[in-house]
């Protein structure tokens, strides 16, 4: 049940998780926001900077007089600029073939810059360009180096640089970072790191994020990773060429953190499993169990017993099982009552037809014993001979209603037996003027409905008795009879005897007592005049859409 129930609100379940889900990336998602906002207000200072070189070298850049300026002049004019920014620690004027033109300090006679991937950049994009040279030609340093075209016209003849050490880069990180306690470091499209600030001394510890998750986050928008026990946030100070990466420890501490992560995940899931076992506790309590009483009621009424007190679990239970209980209490208890109605109006019908087979049976031996004593006390022998044959058919009437009515038969019959007994009864009446006739039979098993038992059996006594009639004075003779039943239920039998020549007498009442059966049966009749103790019957089988019907039972009425 708490199987069925989990499953039905598996969905509720879902719901619930995805609601705690939804909070967490919530959280994150304001967390991300809070540092964005943050690092951008932070690094004001460092993109002030940047966007002061750029703005300076495009001012030289485009001084009319600063393809014609002669070396003196130039020493003294870059070194006027320097002095203005102190955080440029040169300034360098060359031209196409890289060749130094003017640089403060100054540089060697004919120094030529170093092919580096900082100009080919520029060269290629042809505008203004930043990022990292590992040895600058006049500081001897590592440096952030920025290169701005010169254009005499509408044609390039040089650039004009400007570099930053990395240590200038280390304290303009420094003095920032000691105001918003970040852990900052300036990076080059590569993700590689060019500069980073000191650790802050009584402030927590923060790494910084590696270069493959620099370079996955690079953009013109600023980017989150989580880094140790704390977030990094990346942006632009220059797109495409340069990043500021700035990490802040987390404003609380790990455990607390996955704390609220794994309650946010919990607490749904829990309130999920509080919700299958309270609805596992109202079905167990409330419908299972109550059901449950209530088949067992079910059974104890079909078993046959008695009406009890609710148990225990029914009375928790709804209202409307408690009604179901009570209803099957009241219906078995009217069961009960017509069932014993019911079997005492069967016990009373049972002793009523035993009664009508009791007076049946007295009058037809009454009626075979009055016929009997006429036959004896008969003028001639034609009338006792008459009587006699009308004593043979009651006997047989007799015979036919117990083996229906005192065995219980009430669809089909054994005919085979039923054939039998009717042959020996008849051999038996008729005493010594069939002494020397030998009965032979040869039945197979065989059944027929009730209502075409009487008929067959006339039919087969009244064959006998003719055929006993035709042999009365033959002498010693076999007299055989068969029955045969096909697979589809027809009936077949025969009389005939081993006698060459036997009495012929006139037509009997029994001859048309075979015809008017054969026809009721529609039965096809076979003699042979020659051999009057010769008969042959074929009966069909019942017609399927007008079957025999059973013997009903009269149905008590109501009390």
Known sequence: MALLLGLAMLPAGAIAMQVGLNGVAARQAAYEESLGRQALQSISVEKGVI??????????????????????????????????????????????????????????????????DLRDTAMARDAFTIGFVEHGAITQQPVLAALEPIRDGSRRIGFVGAAITVAQLRELLDRSRELDGARAAIVDASGRIIAQSSPLPGRPEVGLPRAHQIRNHLGPDPGFVRVDDGGAVIVPLHAPDLYIV??????????????????????????????????WFAIEVFVARPLSSVEAAARNFARGGEDVADPPPLRSAPEEIRSLRRTLG?????????????????????????????????????VASLLNIQARNARDESEAWGLARAHDRVQLLALVHQRIYASGEVRELRIDDLFAEICRQLVQSRGAQVKDVALALHFEPARAFVDRAMPLAFLIGEGLSAALDALADVGSVTLSIYLHQ?????????????????????????????????????ASVGRNPDRPFMLWVSVPAPKEEEPAQPRREPQPQPA
Request: net charge neutral; charged share 25%; with cysteine.
């Open 51 to 116: 966007d002061e070189v750029r703005e300076m070298m495009r001012v030289l850049a485009t001084t009319p007089a600063l393809p014609q300026i002669e070396a003196g002049d130039c020493r003294q004019w870059l070194g006027e600029v320097v002095a203005r920014y102190p955080y440029v620690a040169s300034i360098a004027v060359t031209d196409e073939n890289r060749a130094v033109r003017c640089s403060y300090p100054q540089a060697p006679a004919g120094l030529r810059a170093p092919r580096s």
């Open 246 to 279: 700035m990490s802040w420890p987390s404003d609380q501490p790990a455990w607390r953190r996955w704390g609220q992560v794994i309650f946010s995940l919990a607490a749904p899931l829990l309130i999920w499993l509080l919700a299958v076992a309270a609805g």
């Open 330 to 366: 009241a219906m078995a208890k009217t069961l009960r009552g017509r069932e014993t109605r019911l079997v005492e109006a069967l016990a009373e019908e049972r002793a009523l037809l035993r009664e009508v087979h009791h007076r049946v049976k007295n009058n037809l031996q009454m």
């Open 486 to 522: 096909d697979a589809d239920g027809a009936v077949r039998f025969a009389v005939d005897a081993d006698a060459a020549e036997a009495t012929v007498t006139a037509p009997s009442p029994g001859a048309r007592l075979i015809e008017a059966f054969a026809r009721q049966l529609g």
